[in-house]
């Protein structure tokens, strides 16, 4: 033994712990730069609050969380250390592999290319695993946040009619730092069942007709399939009928709040009918933009539409 | 504010007179009849908030149409 011991300064105390809990296999992996306060993660029902919130929240927040769909084949693609061998015969770990998982899910094309806009972005991510425990890692003040990894979504390819794996849209999630992964992981325990956790829907508004500062307005879900896109009216007619869920703007930025006097549902073209306010519409001078909209996702889930978020239309006076 | 199947802006609505509310509001689907009961409806949530101007504007025809008269503020949009 040596005659010198500088123990006291390495590792930490390995005591074991009952019920210490693992990583368990992935359910849903969720995207975005919500940091959740120490008063989030106090509980599980703060935090399921919180995050439902995050999810709610408008594209553009960079609180937003994004939920990606069920997950339904894992495979540990995680880099293997790499070793080696000092001339004596010593063998030993000169690099250490860093995480990286691809995960299945099945999906169809309108989802997939949503899902192919993260690609090769740099993305805290959150794993909700099938224990119903939520993975990350504190961040330096004690927040809770996703673990930051580069993401790719690869394409379904055509069924082979043989193998599941063509039946795959698959989504490789590549963590930057094993000390992010590892060393400052932390769950926050939740009840939630995966379908919880959904995201929200692109409610495109398509002009159909106008009459002076009276637009009939369709919101839409626009679908790969030609023509076959997807009307929410049949869902949402009452409570779209609101002026108080939708907004409008002009201005040279689009900035500037323009009036909504009423909206109403209109059966026969499943639209609605939206009046601009007829002194302002009309100051405006031809060819001034108006941007409209469906109000933010939190203010049309406190009316009960639930699931979409406006995509905006532009229009420009004539 | 909804009434049947509209949803008016109660906080512009309020700054109308009945007869404004009824010309601006003609078009979605409503008879005039349920636009007074719909105008009703709001000032009473809401209050009668014509202002004085409005009420000068009865004995001086054409002041109600000059630009700019009588738009609501810029949060005015999101009520109801």
Redesign the interface.
């Known amino acids: 033994m040596p005659i010198l011991s500088l123990c006291s300064k390495t590792g930490a105390n390995v005591g074991p712990v009952s019920c210490d809990t693992r990583r368990a296999a992935p359910a849903v992996i969720i995207l975005g730069g919500k940091a959740f306060s120490p008063a989030e993660y106090a509980n599980n029902a703060a935090y399921e609050a919180a995050l439902l919130e995050a999810i709610n929240l408008e594209n553009g927040n960079s609180e937003k969380m994004y939920p990606f769909p069920e997950i339904q084949n894992t495979v540990n693609n995680t880099e293997a250390n790499t070793e080696g061998t000092t001339g004596s015969g010593f063998k030993m770990i000169l690099r250490e592999g860093k995480p990286v998982y691809t995960f299945g899910v099945i999906v169809g094309t309108n989802l997939e290319k949503q899902m192919r806009k993260f690609n090769n972005k740099i993305v805290p991510v959150t794993v909700f695993d099938k224990n119903k425990n939520s993975w990350g890692k504190l961040d330096i003040d004690k927040n809770f946040v996703g673990t930051d990894a580069l993401i790719y979504v690869s394409p379904k390819p055509y069924s082979d009619g043989n193998s599941v794996d063509t039946e795959y849209t698959l989504v490789t999630v590549s963590f930057l730092s094993m000390a992010d992964f590892a060393d400052d992981a932390a769950f926050v325990p939740t009840t939630f069942s995966i379908s919880n956790l959904e995201g929200l829907l692109d409610a495109k508004l398509r002009v159909i007709s106008n009459a002076s500062n009276v637009y009939k307005i369709a919101v839409e879900f626009e679908n790969a399939q030609l023509g076959g896109n997807v009307n929410f009216y049949d869902k949402y007619a009452t409570e779209l009928a609101s002026a108080a869920l939708w907004r409008s703007f002009t201005g040279a930025a689009l900035a500037t709040p323009l009036t909504i006097t009423s909206v109403a549902a209109d059966a026969a073209l499943k639209a609605f009918t939206v009046t601009l306010d007829t002194t302002a519409y009309a100051a405006l001078s031809a060819g001034a933009k108006i941007l409209l909209d469906l109000e933010t996702p939190p203010v049309l889930l406190a009316a009960a539409v639930r699931g979409i978020e406006g995509d905006p239309v532009i229009i420009t006076k004539a | 504010m909804?009434f049947n199947?509209?949803?008016?802006?109660g906080a512009?609505?309020s700054t109308k007179t009945v007869d404004e509310f009824i010309r601006?509001?003609s078009?979605?689907?409503l008879t005039e009849d349920e636009l007074r009961h719909a105008h009703a409806l709001i000032v009473k949530k809401y209050g009668d908030n014509t202002g004085d101007a409005k009420k000068v504007s009865k004995t001086r025809p054409g002041v109600a149409?000059r630009?700019?008269?009588?738009?609501?503020k810029?949060?005015?949009?999101?009520?109801?």
């Open positions: 909804k199947h509209v949803g008016f802006n512009w609505a601006e509001q078009h979605v689907g149409d630009p700019g008269f009588g738009i609501n810029a949060t005015d949009t999101k009520s109801e």
